[in-house]
């Protein structure tokens, strides 16, 4: 497989975490927040986004797995969890890319069950498609269709990540 042709470049990309950013910064001015980034897609977007936020914000992260090669599994698994107790918290949890639904409603769930003070999402990539699960998305990226994607800390076994745009893989 190899890249077939780029599909957000890394212009668009940055101007899009500058919009984010804002409205983050908006939601949360008086306010404490800890943005949880899932590992390993979205360590770009959380390093991009962390350098525009101008609130009192701290970070931790969590690795869950749900893809086998280019193919969603259908089954969620947690391979590093929190460090840190979110009860009470207002929470933002950032990832890479939104497409079934299952990731995110699974994650949804278990920290629900954790008391925080609020949950919300955000997500950099959103496919166009019948979402099994749907979810309500308060920061949006860009909505793509359904081809597989990689750049921008979207990989397939292991590579691409360090693209600083998005491309289609094929």
Not at 118 to 137: H, R, V
Not at 141 to 148: D, L, N, Q, V
């Given at each position: 497989m190899k890249i077939s042709k780029e599909l957000i470049s890394e212009s668009e990309i940055q101007?899009?975490?500058?919009?984010?950013?804002?409205?983050?910064?908006?939601?949360?001015?008086?306010k404490d927040l800890l943005i949880i980034?899932?590992?390993?897609?979205?360590?770009?977007?959380?390093?991009?986004?962390?350098?525009?936020?101008k609130i009192d914000v701290s970070f931790d992260f969590m690795s869950v797995s749900s893809y086998e090669g280019t193919e969603s599994s259908g089954q969620v698994k947690i391979e590093k969890d929190l460090d840190i107790d979110i009860t009470g918290k207002n929470i933002l949890i950032?990832?890479?890319?939104?497409?079934?639904?299952l990731?995110?409603?699974y994650l949804k769930n278990i920290l629900e069950s954790r008391n925080?003070?609020?949950?919300?999402?955000?997500?950099?990539?959103?496919?166009?498609?019948?979402?099994?699960?749907?979810?309500?998305?308060k920061y949006?990226?860009?909505?793509?269709?359904?081809?597989?994607v990689v750049g921008y800390g979207l990989d397939h076994e292991g590579k691409y990540r360090e693209l600083p745009y998005l491309a289609v893989l094929s």
């Open positions: 101007k899009k975490i500058n919009e984010i950013g804002n409205l983050i910064n908006q939601d949360y001015a008086e980034g899932i590992l390993k897609g979205a360590f770009i977007t959380i390093s991009d986004l962390a350098k525009r936020l950032v990832e890479d890319i939104f497409d079934t639904g990731t995110l409603s925080p003070k609020s949950l919300e999402f955000m997500c950099m990539f959103i496919k166009n498609t019948e979402k099994e699960i749907p979810l309500d998305i949006k990226g860009f909505s793509i269709g359904p081809e597989f």
